[in-house]
């Protein structure tokens, strides 16, 4: 194989990660490499990524490329993402986030003193949460409406609180992951013995070290850097809205827990999407306003503000996950992935080795194209024939693996929920990625050597 494609693919990697380091404007800068890249396979006659519905003229599918994804996004992950917005934007108006951040800093006032314990505390709490709402995106926007501004109003920056948010979907593990459906299905063992057995053992021990380095790095770089406690609720003064309004901030939460396949309460199974969890949400909060104001024009009306956080959330989020997904496609025409996979059955290593490094080439690839799906899809279905080949259990090498896509995606620059929750609480991704790089590689690195040695 010629490795003329992925080292281009790489020269392109560094370009735009310049570009973006120098603040140039990331929708464009992602959407201008990605359809350059395109250009260049088109040229080439490389693998061109599939295209459902071609032009028929080679120069119009590059631009169809952009139409499919724009398709794919907002039927999935981007009118979810857009309905959260729309919620966020709902319950700040209607004084619900200040209503939860009043009850909520009741008991909590004891870590006052103590903020970057209680951030750390988010982690293993959230990681529980994620396996029953398995969207990255959707969990981390769910606990910014609830849990970031409980977070910064005990005394710990944006920054912090929203990268321990995001650390809570580092692991993609349990029943509902797309992931560990994949794996489960590659190495042929049982869901919930592959979450009980594998997953829960090894990931533990991680959740805690995670614990330990988020508050260490958190208060170190807020020191650091000097950032200002911005406090945006007055925890001591009594909200406007009732004290009942405390719980729709959580109740998209609530509706997705009880709801939720893993728990199976009700004898007819009922399935529960986190964007139908938020509309239901939605008009729960206006039956509130209803009751609370007695006005029907005055709730209408306040739909509005719905609607212009879902518009909000589209012009900056959605299409910056739209245009990620460009450049994505683009590296994968150039041969990226092949070239991963083509240097990684070519080292000559042993069942350790290829488990490393093919653990680390995972967690490179989710880190370059923002999706842990896209990367362990990709490298996944190679197991058996590796450890077969190697007499090693497919789960040895697989379970790594796949951990692994799910904690590079949470240093992607161009990951679905860095870019969302970067949005929300207004600090650039480039910033999470910082706060989150140190605890996440020691976190991979502690999980190679327990794992393997």
């Not at 919930?192 to 380095?213: D, G, H, K, R």
């Not at 009942?244 to 901030?249: E, G, H, R, T, V």
């Amino acid at each position: 194989m010629s490795y003329f494609g992925p080292i281009l693919s790489l020269v392109f990697v560094v370009i735009t990660a310049t570009l973006l380091l120098r603040k140039y404007n990331p929708h464009a800068v992602l959407l201008v490499s990605g359809l350059i890249m395109l250009v260049i396979s088109q040229v080439l006659n490389f693998n061109m990524p599939e295209l459902k519905d071609a032009t028929g003229f080679s120069g119009f599918d590059l631009f169809r490329y952009i139409k499919e994804s724009f398709s794919k996004t907002n039927a999935g992950v981007g009118l979810m993402i857009m309905a959260i917005g729309g919620f966020v934007a709902y319950i700040k108006k209607i004084g619900a986030s200040d209503t939860l951040v009043y009850v909520a800093m009741k008991p909590l006032k004891l870590f006052k003193k103590q903020p970057y314990l209680a951030a750390s505390m988010v982690i293993p709490i959230g990681q529980v949460l994620f396996t029953a709402i398995p969207s990255a995106a959707g969990l981390s926007l769910l606990l910014m409406a609830s849990l970031f501004p409980i977070l910064v109003n005990l005394g710990v920056s944006r920054l912090s609180a929203v990268s321990v948010i995001t650390a809570t979907t580092a692991f993609g593990m349990g029943p509902a992951s797309a992931i560990t459906a994949s794996a489960t299905e590659i190495s042929g063992i049982d869901t919930i013995v592959f979450f009980l057995n594998y997953q829960i053992p090894l990931v533990w021990p991680l959740s805690v070290a995670m614990m330990v380095t988020y508050y260490i790095v958190n208060r170190y770089y807020d020191k650091k850097e000097d950032l200002e406690f911005i406090e945006d609720h007055d925890d001591t003064k009594k909200p406007n809205a009732p004290l009942i309004y405390a719980l729709i901030p959580v109740l998209p939460i609530i509706l997705l827990i009880v709801f939720s396949e893993i728990f199976s309460l009700f004898s007819s199974p009922i399935s529960l999407d986190t964007t139908t969890a938020m509309f239901i949400s939605l008009f729960i909060a206006m039956i509130f306003e209803l009751v609370r104001t007695k006005s029907i024009k005055s709730v209408l009306d306040s739909l509005n503000t719905f609607w212009n956080g879902m518009g909000n959330i589209f012009k900056t989020v959605v299409t910056l996950i739209i245009t990620a997904d460009i450049f994505a496609k683009g590296l994968i025409s150039l041969g990226f992935i092949s070239g991963l996979l083509d240097l990684t059955q070519n080292m000559g290593l042993g069942a350790i080795g290829i488990g490393v490094v093919m653990t680390l080439m995972i967690f490179l690839a989710s880190m370059l194209m923002g999706s842990g799906n896209a990367s362990f899809f990709a490298f996944g279905p190679l197991v058996p024939k590796i450890s077969k080949s190697l007499g090693a259990e497919t789960t040895d090498i697989i379970l790594p693996m796949q951990l692994s896509a799910s904690m590079g995606r949470t240093v992607s620059p161009v990951a679905g929920v860095i870019i969302a929750t970067a949005e929300i609480a207004q600090v650039s991704t480039i910033a999470i990625v910082k706060r989150n790089l140190i605890p996440l590689s020691i976190a991979l690195v502690f999980m190679l050597i327990s794992h393997f040695i």
